[in-house]
């Protein structure tokens, strides 16, 4: 069964301090893995997409990197409007457009 | 351009009673998504549908069931509420049905069951 994994569950960090959110995954054939920001109440904004294992992609503050078992998505600097939770999808073969996500990450920058 | 785009924003529903949820995709898109996300988890897959037809459908009981039309908007209808599909039920649209393009979400319709 296909497995996405995040870690931590939260995180709070002062604002400038730089850190990094997991997603581990098991799954039977990657086809993408998938980035999210979710705000309280609303639905799910679209990052990023990384494909291959070796892959990077930068956003602003965010950069998130793609290995053969995990991704991370590192924050440089963050600002208190970067406070959101997080959450990592991954698409299998042959799945069509079906995502699996993780819990998410909720983050907490303070001022 | 506007986004997915769902209604209502919120519902009170019953138990027992029965739902309709609608969805519009962005402008281009023909593939519509369902999901359902409970409180403190990540989404969990409910249907997909492209070009009219499902392509794929998530572990949820027969009670659950959606349509799209050919504007490509799409609804999901649940019947016989339970207090456990109390969530927020997000729609997502893609440019094709193949699985290889992003996925973006709409701001959800929150379901509350009584």
């Known amino acids: 069964e296909d497995q996405v994994t995040q870690s931590p569950e939260a995180l709070r960090l002062q604002e400038g301090e730089s850190s990094s959110l997991n997603c581990s995954y098991t799954?039977?054939?990657?086809?993408?893995l998938f980035w999210y920001r979710q705000d309280p109440g609303k639905g799910p904004e679209f990052l990023f997409t990384?494909?291959?294992a070796g892959e990077e992609k930068e956003k602003e503050r965010l950069k998130a990197t793609l290995t053969k078992k995990e991704s991370f998505l590192h924050i440089t600097a963050p600002k208190p409007e970067d406070s959101a939770t997080y959450l990592c999808?991954?698409?299998?073969?042959?799945?069509?457009?079906?995502?699996?996500f993780g819990k998410g990450i909720t983050l907490s920058v303070r001022p | 351009d506007a986004g997915v785009t769902q209604s209502p924003t919120h519902l009170i529903k019953t138990r027992g009673q029965q739902v309709t949820l609608r969805c519009s995709p962005i402008?281009?898109?023909?593939?519509v998504s369902w999901y359902q996300q409970v409180l403190g988890q990540g989404p969990q897959f409910i249907f997909q549908?492209?070009?009219?037809?499902?392509?794929g459908r998530g572990n949820f009981p027969d009670r659950f069931s959606a349509r799209q039309f050919p504007n490509y908007s799409s609804e999901l209808n649940v019947n016989a509420l339970l207090l456990g599909d109390s969530a927020l039920y997000l729609c997502?649209?893609?440019?094709?049905?193949?699985?290889?393009?992003?996925?973006?979400f709409g701001p959800g319709t929150r379901l509350t069951v009584t």
């Open positions: 997502a649209s893609s440019r094709g049905g193949l699985g290889i393009d992003e996925q973006y």
């Open positions: 799954v039977s054939g990657l086809r993408g």
């Open positions: 990384l494909y291959s």
């Open positions: 999808a991954v698409r299998v073969t042959g799945a069509n457009s079906k995502l699996t």
């Open positions: 402008s281009g898109h023909k593939s």
């Open positions: 549908y492209y070009e009219k037809e499902e392509r």
